[in-house]
């Protein structure tokens, strides 16, 4: 995918000429956050034509009665029952339902902030790049001790590697970034996402897209804010999920990990030897010198940036490094022991 800007016209652009479009939230257990989000929303819903679908995959927190309630007086909120509970198969059936409704479909994530002008942000990169995908950039914010450690981890290289949808760079075609805004067309053209997927699945529709032909822009003119999760037993759990999406998909499609992504696959292994070191105490060299490059990332990070949440930083960071690694190789080794096995001929006598 190439990385040339395009250039864009000087153009006015204006609610009435920036399509149809509707928001699709996938959610569950949203309750704290749900009803605030919807607020936000419907000012820009009401000024540029939107629908607001919240597919709802059977909360059990009154974030449910909380949407039922909002729909009550305002036409444009439906609320839509996502049996499968994935926010894969929410917005598939979102699209499903409302698609011929709209040019366009906007995901918004219930855990996450969002700037009021975001939907009207993304509808005119849309018209204006002619992109069949808008990505945009993430920043990370917690509140807590760890929420706020996990955050400085995730906004910097120790935690994304460079990605350039954790950073923030200037607007570009890309062939990744997080999800924001789609044209429905493309979605339907590919299929729309992979249900089979529990995580990544957003990096495995650009797969599919940019191998259709269709272009994704990564947007500088808006954001999203991110909120991490606030103990290690979620945050290891959710990056064991991330290792495992990335996983299925090398296996699906056959693509390579980039740098940053192979990288901590050494983390296991590193890990793993150090039950060796009843053998040899040199077994403890590669997971120490990893703790170590860790915790001093969190220290310089406590230095030169003043953040006390540095050292704690670093030790997040190897929770998200050990899970994302784990679970890359179980999804990994479980793929290769269901294959079957291949007898070879005996050579003729």
Known sequence: MSSEILERPEIEVRPANLGRCMVVIPCLNEVDHIGDLIDQLLEPAERLGMKIVVADGGSTDGTRSTVR??????????????????????????????????????????????????????????????????????????????????????????????????????????????????????????????????????????????????RIWMTDKTFMTYYPRATAGALFRQYLGYGRGRARNIIKHGTQLKTRQAIPLLVLPAVAGTSLAVLSTTALIPAALWAAACLGYGTWMAVSQRNPYGPLAGVSAMVMHLAWSTGFWLEYLKAWRQQPWKKREAPAA
């Not at 990744?176 to 957003?202: I, K, P």
Request: charged content about 25%; hydrophobic content about 35%; some cysteine.
């Open 69 to 214: 309630e909002i729909t009550e007086t305002e036409p444009r909120v439906v609320l839509l029952e996502n049996p499968r509970r994935l926010q894969s198969a929410a917005l598939n059936l979102a699209v499903a339902e409302f698609g011929h409704e709209a040019d366009y479909l906007i995901r918004i994530d219930a855990h996450g902030g969002y700037p009021d002008d975001y939907c009207e942000r993304l509808l005119e990169e849309a018209l204006e790049t002619g992109a069949d995908s808008v990505v945009v950039s993430m920043a990370t914010m917690g509140f807590g001790p760890f929420q706020k450690a996990t955050a400085a981890a995730q906004n910097s290289k120790l935690g994304n590697g460079g990605s350039p949808h954790r950073e923030g760079v200037p607007g570009h075609w890309t062939d990744h970034g997080h999800h924001a805004l789609m044209r429905v067309e493309a979605f339907r053209a590919v299929g729309g996402y992979d249900e089979s997927f529990s995580h990544n699945e957003d990096a495995e529709l650009d797969h599919r897209l940019a191998a259709a032909g269709y």
